[in-house]
């Protein structure tokens, strides 16, 4: 697949005849576990098989190449927005082209059950989906499971080749993805204070350092203090000097995507606004576009149930730092990939937002399948569109370190179906912000900024008999995603600011002739143990509690980017990544470095004591700074980005620097 961001030429006008469409091979939608070893036979004629054909629009290359003027300071296009009427008439399929898809998928007996600018989604028995596609269905058994795939790549006509980029849903597995957020319970109390031993009532630090743990056995250091408790909004406003500049994201809005809906969201923000001595939601202020009839893969997916805690934190985050923006829910009716596209494909559609938050991701490369060509064209097609509206979208870049497989050994929110060290999608790709984690620590209850390090924990337990941690050093359990993808090339942005090391080493230790895309690109708080508080009902009683993961940080810096859009009156941002790698190694970031606590570079590491639940003491000690395979050293890094955003960042945008 060529990927946008390197230089394009207009042809000259050319003399020759015109070339004749041709039958088109959809290449990689014969996927590669479908083999003639694990081939258990036809499809039954009668099964019904759901697809979506993803539409290429009139002109790719030009969108791509608009999309990279508009974005880039110094381009005469820079700023130079479409509608998005006129991104949709410029680039995007044309009424009589999406009927041409539509007769072609009718005619061979299948029903349209929707129908976009986008994508046509069909549905029909074995023998029409064949009759379209050129291929047979097959089951074939994988990880123990009988799954459909054709038994090659499917093929589409000449009369519709050229307006067709791919097609998902033939084969019985459609990947997926997983909130990037894990719930820390009992993290609210600042607790009892510790005497004899281990506090046994929810003990916890007002700000990094305060409150010293004794009476536990030793641990990296002779002295060690309970962990931060979960940061409320005005701490993390104060501490990233959103307080200071005095934005509030007033004028900006921000889109949120998740799967399925909460059936109290906006109660609940407002109660946990006003909770914490913050605004309730103006009337208006919040929206929700949800399909609740046209939910699915509820049991693969979690439900809604499943989602609530991530839309909360989500809602509640953005709100939090950026109080008088407005905020759009948009539930996508599943975490399949082609439910989340659709929900980003409306919001471009329709411009209902400037920035986009999306905390979610999945894997490139598992054991199910990799994602698809298909459905990666999809994507960019649609955050190139946004480009071209002024529309960012910031995706978090997981809670694996380097999602290998050693990593998802011991990693509490890691996808075991991971088959080597790789960077998460859709954050990796060249047109999304990849958002990674950091773990704050603040130096005062207010929240006056401390220092950061990466978003990585080690995690002990303590015993039993209260004796001793184990294991010891603590085993990996939670860290920011990033690394060097293997899939794309290095975009344009990066060319001035990444190291040759990264841009050139992929994961797996091997050397790239070519520079590679290297994630993340910025970083904001989301360690476990430097929890946000989070409240959320959804038909329990409400109640709070603390949350972490790159689900936190992609939201805090959606949320800044509405308070930036502030300080430049309103005109949207776009892209960010160009501006991004412009202010890179200036005063806008804080240059997230490892810290350990020296003289023997033991790490900085604190005591998580949740008090007794179920007639045991649950205590955890806690090494910070420690994400697998990746590491914050000085300059740009595969952790944390170019580090986390300033006052001075925001102040760059209103004094245009």
């Known amino acids: 697949m060529a990927l946008a961001g390197g230089t394009l030429a207009l042809a000259a006008p050319s003399q020759a005849a015109s070339v004749t469409p041709s039958a088109k091979v959809l290449t990689g939608s014969h996927p590669s576990w479908a083999t003639a070893k694990a081939d258990q036979g036809a499809v039954s004629a009668e099964t019904v098989t759901a697809a979506t054909v993803y539409l290429a629009g009139q002109d790719p290359a030009g969108l791509a190449a608009y999309a990279k003027a508009v974005s880039t300071p110094g381009n005469a296009a820079y700023g130079k927005f479409l509608t998005a009427a006129q991104a949709k008439a410029k680039y995007l399929a044309t009424p009589a082209q999406i009927q041409a898809v539509k007769s072609w998928l009718t005619s061979a007996g299948l029903t349209v059950t929707s129908a976009t600018d986008h994508a046509v989604s069909v549905s029909g028995k074995t023998s029409a989906i064949q009759k379209a596609f050129g291929t047979q269905l097959h089951q074939y058994k994988v990880d123990g499971k009988k799954v459909n795939a054709p038994t090659k790549d499917a093929v589409v006509p000449a009369s519709v080749s050229a307006l067709i980029s791919g097609v998902v849903g033939l084969t019985g597995t459609a990947p997926t993805v997983q909130p990037q957020s894990v719930s820390v319970k009992n993290t609210i109390a600042s607790g009892a204070k510790s005497s004899d031993g281990l506090a046994t009532t929810a003990t916890c630090s007002d700000y990094w350092g305060q409150k010293a743990a004794t009476g536990g056995p030793l641990g990296y250091t002779k002295k060690t203090t309970y962990d931060e408790c979960s940061f409320q909004p005005s701490q993390l406003r104060q501490a990233y000097g959103i307080t200071a500049s005095g934005l509030t994201g007033k004028g900006a809005t921000v889109a949120i995507v998740d799967a399925y809906g909460s059936s109290t969201m906006l109660a609940d923000a407002n109660q946990f606004s006003t909770n914490h001595g913050d605004k309730a939601f103006k009337s208006g202020q919040y929206s929700e576009v949800v399909t609740p009839d046209q939910w699915n893969s509820e049991d693969l997916c979690g439900g809604a149930d499943g989602w609530a ?33 659709a929900a980003l494909a409306n919001i471009v559609d329709n411009h209902l937002a400037d920035v986009v938050s999306n905390s979610w991701d999945g894997l490139m490369h598992s054991t199910s399948g990799d994602e698809s060509a298909a459905q990666i064209a999809a994507y960019e097609q649609i955050f190139e569109q946004g480009a071209t509206e002024g529309m960012g979208f910031d995706f978090s870049s997981g809670d694996c370190g380097d999602n290998s497989p050693a990593a998802a050994a011991t990693g509490v929110n890691c996808d075991s179906t991971t088959t080597r060290a790789q960077a998460a999608y859709p954050a990796s790709d060249p047109w999304a912000t990849d958002v990674g984690g950091t773990a704050l620590a603040v130096s005062s209850k207010k929240g006056t900024y401390g220092f950061e390090t990466d978003m990585g924990t080690l995690r002990s337990v303590l015993s039993t008999d209260g004796t001793s941690w184990t294991p ?48 993340p690109d910025v970083a904001m708080n989301g360690d476990l143990y430097t929890s946000v508080l989070v409240g959320m009902s959804d038909g329990a009683p409400y109640s709070e509690g603390g949350y972490g993961g790159t689900s936190v940080s992609a939201p805090e810096f959606s ?10 009156h309103g005109r949207p941002i776009g892209f960010a990544n160009p501006e991004i790698y412009l202010k890179a190694g200036s005063s806008a970031f804080t240059d997230v470095i490892n810290k350990t606590t020296k003289p023997g ?38 952790a944390t980005g170019v580090g986390s955003p300033t006052e001075a960042y925001l102040n760059s945008f209103r004094y245009g620097w």
């Open 601 to 638: 570079q033991e790490p900085l590491n604190a005591i998580y004591d949740a008090g007794i639940i179920s007639g045991s003491l649950r205590v955890r000690l806690v090494a910070f700074g420690r994400d697998y395979g990746l590491a914050a050293t000085k300059g740009y890094d595969d």
């Open 559 to 568: 949320a800044v980017q509405a308070d930036a859009i502030q300080a430049q």
């Open 472 to 519: 010891f050093p603590g085993a990996f359990y939670f860290g920011g995603g990033g690394g060097t993808s293997e899939d794309f090339a290095q975009p344009w942005y990066q060319s001035w600011t990444v190291p040759n090391s990264l841009s050139h080493t992929l994961m797996t230790g091997a050397k790239s002739k070519t520079a590679q895309r290297v994630t």
């Open 309 to 341: 805690g991530e839309e909360a934190l989500d809602v509640e985050m953005v709100h939090g730092l950026a109080p008088d923006a407005n905020v759009v829910y948009v539930g996508a009716n599943s975490c399949q990939d082609s439910d989340l596209s």
